[in-house]
């Protein structure tokens, strides 16, 4: 799919970005393919979540509906399946660990541990590509990120509670 069939679909949806005229006369360009691949999906992804019912029984069967879609679309390749599953995952973990402008750095402990979370799920899931392929030492270095990851999550949840009075902290614990 090229940078201009892209570009198209986004019109189609009423979706496409404004582009500068004086940087980009002819167009969309090549180079701005994965720029319009990220803008086409979150269109899609808008979609599916206006389109999702928020009660329980019905929202099942809208994500259901949904992947069914999503599996005629991937086939029966397991390998492309976990590429694209690991792909979304990155790109939500990316997305939980950015901060707004107004934030410092450091994460806040909840959303640490809800990034932690994701990229649990993204060791775990390369782990077990790593171990399907025969490939130990990449199992065994997936398994180790899926370990720290997991670490970081029950620090982000500890951390979380003393923030809310449910637990001690360092400064508590010295002090008791």
């Given amino acids: 799919m090229s940078a201009e069939q892209i570009y198209a679909a986004l019109a189609a949806l009423a ?12 167009g969309p360009q090549e180079e701005d393919r994965l720029h319009l691949l990220g803008s086409l999906l979150a269109k899609a992804e808008l979609e599916i979540t206006a389109a999702t019912r928020l009660t329980e029984e019905e929202e099942v069967e809208d994500v259901l509906e949904t992947l069914l879609g999503w599996g005629e679309q991937v086939g029966a390749d397991p390998s492309l399946a976990v590429n694209v599953l690991t792909n979304r995952l990155q790109r939500t973990a990316l997305q939980v660990s950015a901060p707004e402008a107004d934030e410092a750095d450091e994460l806040p402990p909840g959303r640490e541990a809800a990034f932690a979370a994701v990229m649990t799920a993204v060791y775990a899931l390369s782990a077990q590509w790593h171990a399907e392929r025969g490939d130990t030492d990449g199992t065994r270095r997936a398994l180790s990120g899926a370990e720290e990851a997991l670490i970081d999550i029950m620090q ?10 449910d637990a001690y902290g360092p400064q508590d614990e010295a002090d008791g």
């Fill in 15 to 26: 979706a496409e970005p404004v582009a500068d005229p004086e940087k980009r006369p002819q």
């Fill in 156 to 165: 982000g949840m500890h951390d979380l509670r003393v923030a809310i009075g």
